[in-house]
Structures are given as C-alpha cells and as structure tokens.
C-alpha cells in the first residue's frame, strides 16, 4: 500500500508483523490463553486495553513504512522517534544521507498555496494570500531554491566534500527514510499530528498514515485514537 502525499511525497507500507489478534493474544498471555479467530469478545478486551491505557500489547504489532517527506517535515517527525526510544525502545529510523548522493532538483517540496502567518500563535499558520501575492511569492521560492541548488552543485564540481556541500541545501529538499515502529508508537504520532495544531504539511502524512494502520489493525488503531 502506497500513498502519494504532497507534491513529490509518499508513504508506503513495506512490511508488517501482527493484526489485531496478535494484540487481545498479547493480553491474553498472561492467563496462558491464546486464541486463533477473531470474535466480539476480542472486539470489547481491545477497547478496554486502549480506555484503561494497558498499552504493552498494543506494542507487539510492528509497521515498518518507507516515506518521501520534505526536510523540515522529518525533523518535526524525528522528534517522535527520540521519544519513543527514550521510553520503549519499539522503533527503528533510516535515513538517506546526503553524504552518499547528490540532491536532485526534482527533490523540493514546492507548496501549491502559500499561507499567511498566524496573528495568535508564532508558531502557526492562518489563512492564505491572496492570488497576485502567491504567484510572486512562488516566483520567489523557485528562484531562490534554483541558486542554491547551483551553488550546491558549483561547489561539488570544485571538490568540496558532498557532507560539507549539503550544508547550503534548504529545508524544503525532501529525504526518505525506512521507519519501523509499533502500534502504539504510531497512533501517537497520528493523535499529535492529525491535528488542527500541528503544521499542514505533516497533517497530510499523518492522515496517510492513519489510512495505513485501519488496513493492519482497524479496532485496535480505532480505539487507541478513541481514548
């Protein structure tokens, strides 16, 4: 399963290990019980374990995705990553490394509308300009991103190293990872960024994202973002 985010963006779906059996067998296992159907009574258990915040089973179901994101939605993201290996050690993040490969022109998020800076928060946007200021705007973003781009290359073809090079690059340029996580790792990312509080750009994967795990787990990934 893969879905187009963005621009030039994506995620998709590479592997996984576990449904939503795997997490009611998880609960169960305490009482040496294992069960190999699924019926209503597993239904209401993964809702208790999600309400009454029992999360360890949640956690036996790992997704591991590939993303195409811009730069500056990664590093919002990675902030997920440090998180989550501080407290559970359930995920796993590779990145391209611009030490290796060259950025490419085709590799920038360009935005199709651009939005006007909040009034109430520093950190948020509200609103869009208006038609004669987003195309001026966009002239502006393209030429500017086309200079650095030249510089970056300008400086690779005089022997400057790719990993000092890169340094000129913007946040715009987009980079791919390989992301493995658990269950529980990923709804929180969804309930923190499927949110009218985070930046609109990361509210798009993390509604791809969402998309992705009611495939995999749907009770189990509904009634975490229940509770």
Known sequence: MKI????????????KLGNDLTVVNAARCSFGKRKYEWDSKDERLVKYLAK??????????????HIK???????????????????YKDTAWNEVSYRYVEAQE????????WRKQSKSSKQASSGVLDKEEQDIISNIYKETVAIQLKSYHT???????????RGILPQS??????????????????KLRNHEGAQ?????????????VMQICPVSAESLLSF
């Open 4 to 15: 187009d985010v963005l621009d030039k963006g994506f995620i998709e779906l590479v592997d």
């Open 200 to 212: 609109w750009e990361i509210q798009e994967y993390a509604k791809a994202l969402e998309k992705i």
């Open 69 to 87: 994101f811009p730069m500056f939605v990664a590093r919002q993201w990675f902030k997920h990553i440090v998180g989550s290996e501080y407290q």
């Open 173 to 190: 340029m987009y980079t791919e990872v390989w992301w493995t996580a658990s269950l529980q790792c990923i709804i929180n990312f969804i």
């Open 155 to 165: 400086l690779i073809e005089n022997g400057v190293a790719r990993e000092m090079a």
């Open 52 to 65: 009454h915040q029992h999360t360890s089973p949640f956690r036996h179901v790992m997704i591991q995705l």
């Open 106 to 113: 085709e590799e920038f998020y360009v935005p199709e509308i």
